[in-house]
């Protein structure tokens, strides 16, 4: 019997530790929590009853993933270097989960140094995606970028078919946010300043 999709929308969050310009930058604290994991855990407030999965090839991520309660998948070494796609990621994660019989209609990539990532902004995001993006077309997807019209890179909305897209026509739409990617030291201790003025 073929395989169904179901409701449910799942997240993949890639999570390597042999970042170059940072080291150790996935981990690196904020708010007391690893910077993957404040990631996950505010993602995992969505209204939309969110399955999170880390992908990593990391034993060091996999204790965490352990520590904070998050599902994780092993990442094969290949798919681990300073040159792998984060779409690569994401596909050997959806045949991963495939293979369990997980099978979900959307599926949300979201960056793990992103730190200032909030959850609301991800569900207006969904909300626009399934209301407003190309209804009823089965490969689309929905990108964050910053009020420069730059990528951002924070999260990418997709369904299922549109993963494992090979072409140019998927049908795209933008959600706009305000985020530091934090790739150095610079970016981080903004993103620690910002957000410690954001408390005060």
């Given amino acids: 019997m073929k395989n169904k999709k179901s409701q449910k929308s799942i997240v993949i969050m890639p999570v390597r530790m042999g970042s170059k310009r940072l080291k150790n930058k996935n981990i690196l604290l904020i708010k007391n929590l690893p910077m993957f994991v404040l990631v996950a855990k505010e993602a995992l407030k969505s209204k939309y009853d969110l399955d999170l999965f880390v992908s990593s090839e990391s034993d060091k ?14 990442r094969p070494k290949k798919l681990s270097s300073d040159h792998t ?28 140094n992103s730190p200032e990532f909030k959850v609301s902004d991800l569900d207006k995001a969904i909300k626009f995606f399934k209301k407003k993006v190309y209804v009823g077309k089965p490969i689309k997807e929905v990108f964050s970028v910053n009020k420069d019209n730059i990528q951002n890179g924070a999260f990418r909305i ?6 494992f897209q090979k072409t140019l026509s998927t049908k795209v739409g933008i959600f706009f946010t305000n985020y530091i990617d934090v790739h150095n030291k610079k970016d981080y201790l903004k993103v620690l300043k910002k957000l410690k003025n954001e408390k005060n």
Avoid: M, R
């Fill in 61 to 74: 991520i996999k204790k965490l993933c352990k520590l904070y309660d998050l599902k994780y998948i092993k």
């Fill in 85 to 112: 796609e984060k779409q690569e990621v994401v596909v050997h994660a959806v045949k991963y989960l495939g293979k369990k019989n997980i099978i979900p209609s959307i599926v949300i990539s979201l960056q793990a």
């Fill in 158 to 163: 997709l369904t299922h078919d549109a993963v």
